[in-house]
């Protein structure tokens, strides 16, 4: 099989900042009352998925609505957290400076587009995916795990489903990767427990496990000849 093109998760698949944006959920959380809501609990159950979803999760179990100014204090505080907690995951320029002169990359990512947009660039990260090459939730109508978002980035960078790879640290994005047709790479590398959530991502349909970034290249080596320099 070869491909065309690669999706890339960001939080917590090219950026360490899984960390960042659930410690900043948690604290915010703590100050409407729910300190239940931990941040070893977040890490294992928010990793990939939207304030949106989140928060209607927590209003069922509690019955606490997030008030309308949560969305902007998270982003703001995630914001300012990026200069001393936010970082590259390792390897993955490196290996990004080999793939991208043969297979076209972008991100999809069901963050905060903003938030998405200054972690790609704090980390670094610009020269590898411009603006246009970073699709967010906030430009389709249903966010991952449906597979509206990837196959947009699809379309928009001229692939085939079929012919598309995606990398995933999540188990809501792997499931938006296989309900769109696509090949997924479940990423392990930011997780202390690397078994257990190669597992989950198993689980939810991963075709192959990578515990570095840098290991996404053997799963390239047959996929010469690609797309003209």
Known sequence: MSYDLIIFDCDGTL???EYLNNKVTTDLLAELGLPQYDLDYALKHFAGRTLTDIGQDIHAETGVRLPPEFMDNYVRGVKAGMPSLLKAIEGVAATLE?????IKICVGSNGERSNVL?????????????????FTKSMVRHPKPAPDLFLLAAERMG????HTLVVEDS?????????AGMTVVGLTATFHDREGQAALLREAGAHHIAGRFHDILAFLDRAMPRREA
């Open 15 to 17: 950026v360490d900042s």
């Open 98 to 102: 080999k793939i991208e002169p043969h």
């Open 118 to 134: 200054d972690s790609i660039h704090h980390a670094g990260l610009g020269r590898f995916f411009p603006d246009d090459h970073v």
């Open 159 to 162: 692939a085939q489903p079929a």
């Open 171 to 179: 188990a809501t994005g792997t499931k938006a990767g296989i309900a």
